[in-house]
């Protein structure tokens, strides 16, 4: 099948490159606009509907008309002399909110932008009083927009709208500040955009700084960037369009994680491939080119397809999480990787077909062949001393695992600390509850045909208000037909922190539970509920993952290596990978720079990626070791010259793909996330694939493919020496 599909390719190298050209701009064109109608990102979404919160939030939507896609954003508005509001003063900021509550927010587009890539997400807002701080110092007003958070149409909306108050109220002589998820996310934005425009500028500046290192050569140092481009466009439209055809919610974070999972492999793939086929067009100098392209992707891709379908099985694992966001990110990567595993066997083998020997130039490296550079040297230094490289290799990755000592899991948002979103919230808290900005709510529903009163709640709101931690109870409100009520708590704690959400899930839980009405039912929401939910959901999916997607990539491995210890050690060494890395992010973010804890998504991306992407370097090396120990010679030399070939691409292709996670850093509250991955990805292609593997290889021998050991090729007889017998006189 593979020899199949790259034979045809490179037959039809300008077809197949014509092809990909006209997907990859139309679906690059509309991925975008499809993106944005299939991400979500409120987090309670993502809950199953048998959690406490996620039943608050259908309550929420049925019973008091809150919209699923609303976020709201809270404006402090305070005297910009200082002085505390008179009722002259709060007379005039009611009167502003209303006014603004009536005006339809038109979102600003550009003259030259075509209205079909970007939906005009204008709307009126919906501005009320909220709240008054007991020194009068400022006033908060409640404003609700509809859309996601992360749409940059809606963040265009929502700073048309501030400057607008903004403005608005300092004609009157007041001062403003803006703060909630909306408010926060267009701060963050507004903060990295020229971080993550000199991101994506140092990766694509470091992929082709290395393939011109490497390969000396102009197209060798673009095409992987241009190929990529075009399945990549390709892929993130199959994702968005398969989403919105079968209803499937992304979080708003799986685009960009897309994007750069797509480079990394791709130009991974890619380099697997140039050094391939620039070694076998040294070794058969005479062979056209075509049919060598034909040879090397036929012959590496093997290798290709079975890294990326442990990437995809990895991936595919996430179906049995019963956390959405886990869920849908599972077949988006998956769908994506399968694009780019398409794209290596039928693109990449066309540009190979294309350009043959012209691929390398003006590079005159393939007249010659290279002498003995660090490549050999380290292959020969494996082979020699395989006990000191796996003791070195081993005590490095223990000690940074080590660090997982005492690792917790921070279920905040990792907003941005340093955004005038969250010194709004600051300054709100030092007068307020630190929950009054975003209070958790409980909902009460009448189950008994009969109907609400705030007398009949009473009990249950005097009973809320007695909880340590609940600094002050809101009224009462009922729905229109007085079945369902809403009572609103606002915690000392912030909504975001542990201790919000051992309040939510303790003592308010309890509460509610034991002071209910009879003929009621009630359910406790809010970002802390959310959040504890979501904490009770991530725990029991990482219980069943870990170890479905550990013996899938084992099968994988099993049926690609054709042996019972090879995967086994493989399994070992990136669970060692994994562990190395995990304990490094704790160790820094959790016991050196003083935060609450790793991010709770971490463990189980890091697991999938480190796991899964790192393999796709210890079957490249494994899968050169096992050719080279066919050939005549002892184990050891075979492991010299397969780290001597593979050394060089698996270096590159780490430093890539390492270098393209490292951009994540830019995405508000991916700091965590960009750092282990990077990490993880570095300790994968060179502690693991360089060091560990070859090195456990190299003292196992043809013992590591048991009970298929590798048999080596008899050596070639030598020629027959000619026999001359004297003419007879």
């Known amino acids: 099948m593979i020899r199949a599909l ?124 909220a709240m008054t701080a007991p020194d009068r110092s400022f006033e908060l007003l409640s404003v609700e927009l509809t859309g996601n958070a992360v749409d940059e149409g809606v963040q265009e909306v929502y700073r048309t709208f501030r400057d607008s108050a903004r403005a608005k109220f300092a004609d009157v002589g007041m001062r403003t500040g803006f703060t909630g998820g909306l408010a926060e996310a267009a701060d963050s934005a507004d903060d990295n955009r020229t971080a993550a425009l000199i991101g994506s500028s140092l990766v694509v500046v470091l992929i082709v700084l290395l393939n011109v290192l490497v390969f000396r050569s102009v197209l060798a140092a673009v095409l992987p960037l241009l190929a990529v481009a075009m399945i990549g466009g390709v892929a993130g439209g199959a994702v968005a369009g398969a989403a919105a055809l079968t209803g499937l919610r992304l979080d708003s974070s799986t685009p960009s994680l897309i994007s750069v999972v797509l480079l990394g492999i791709g130009v991974d793939y890619l380099l697997f491939l140039l050094f391939r086929f620039r070694e076998h067009l040294r070794s058969r100098p005479d062979q ?133 979103a969250s010194a709004t919230a600051a300054e709100i808290s030092r007068a307020l509850p630190a929950g009054v900005s975003d209070p958790t709510t409980v909902y009460v529903t009448a189950q008994d045909g009969g109907t609400l009163d705030p007398a009949r709640l009473g009990g249950l709101s005097q009973a809320l208000a007695k909880v340590e931690g609940v600094g002050q109870v809101g009224g009462t409100v009922l729905n229109e037909d007085r079945r369902a009520a809403r009572i609103d708590l606002f915690l000392t704690a912030d909504p975001q922190s542990a201790r919000a959400r051992e309040l939510a899930s303790g003592p308010v839980r309890a509460a509610v539970a034991a002071h209910t009405p009879a003929g009621t039912s009630a359910h406790v929401g809010g970002t802390a509920a959310v959040f504890a939910d979501v904490s009770a959901a991530v725990d029991h999916d990482l219980t069943i993952v870990f170890p479905v997607a550990a013996a899938l990539i084992a099968l994988i491995l099993l049926l690609l290596l054709r042996s019972v210890l090879a995967p086994v050690v493989l399994m070992l060494a990136v669970g060692l990978g994994f562990a190395a890395t995990l304990g490094a992010a704790t160790l820094l973010f959790q016991h050196v720079l003083d935060e609450p804890g790793v991010n709770f998504t971490l463990p189980l991306v890091l697991f999938l990626f480190v796991v899964a992407l790192g393999t796709d370097y210890n079957i490249l090396i494994t899968d050169r070791i096992r050719e080279e120990m066919h050939r005549p010679g002892p184990a050891r030399s075979a492991v010299a010259r397969a780290v001597r070939h593979t050394a060089p691409a698996v270096a590159t292709a780490g430093l890539v793909l390492a270098g393209s996670f490292a951009t994540l850093a830019t995405t508000p509250g991916s700091a965590q996330i960009a750092f282990a991955l990077t990490l993880g990805i570095l300790l994968s292609a060179v502690v693991l694939s360089l060091g560990l593997v070859p090195a456990l290889a190299a003292l196992l021998g043809r013992s590591l493919w048991w009970p298929l050991r590798p048999t080596p090729a008899p050596a070639p007889l030598p020629a027959p020496t000619p026999t001359y017998y004297a003419p007879t006189p």
Not at 52 to 75: N, Y
Not at 393 to 408: E, H, K, Q
């Open 6 to 129: 790259t034979g045809f390719s490179t037959r039809n190298a300008w077809k197949v490159i014509v092809l990909w050209a006209v997907l990859g701009l139309g679906l690059s064109a509309l991925g975008p606009l499809l993106l944005n109608r299939v991400t979500q990102s409120q987090t309670g979404d993502f809950l199953p509907k048998s959690y406490d919160s996620a039943a608050a939030l259908r309550i929420a939507e049925e019973q008091f008309g809150v919209k699923p896609d609303a976020t709201t954003i809270t404006v402090l508005v305070a005297r910009s002399d200082g002085k505390a509001l008179t009722e002259g003063d709060q007379r005039r900021i009611e009167a502003e909110a209303a006014e603004l509550g009536k005006r339809r927010v038109v979102m600003p587009r550009s003259e030259d932008e075509p209205a079909f890539l970007k939906p005009d997400r204008s709307q009126t807002p919906r501005v009320a009083p």
């Open 288 to 420: 056209p080119a075509r049919e060598a392209a034909a040879e090397v992707s036929a012959r590496v891709g093997t290798a290709i397809t079975s890294a990326a379908l442990t990437i995809v099985a990895a991936f595919a694992t996430l179906g049995v999480a019963t956390f959405g966001q886990f869920r849908s990110l599972g077949p988006a990567i998956a769908v994506a990787v399968l694009i780019m595993l398409l794209g290596s066997l039928t693109l990449m083998p066309a540009l190979l077909a294309a350009c043959g020997r012209r691929m390398f130039w003006p590079s005159r490296s393939l007249e010659r062949e290279p002498g003995v550079g660090t490549a050999a040297r380290y292959g020969a230094f494996v082979a020699r001393r395989p006990v000191v490289l796996l003791l070195a290799s081993v005590a490095l990755l223990g000690a940074l695992a080590a660090g997982m000592t005492g690792i917790r899991m921070d279920y905040g948002q990792g907003g941005g600390s340093g955004t005038a």
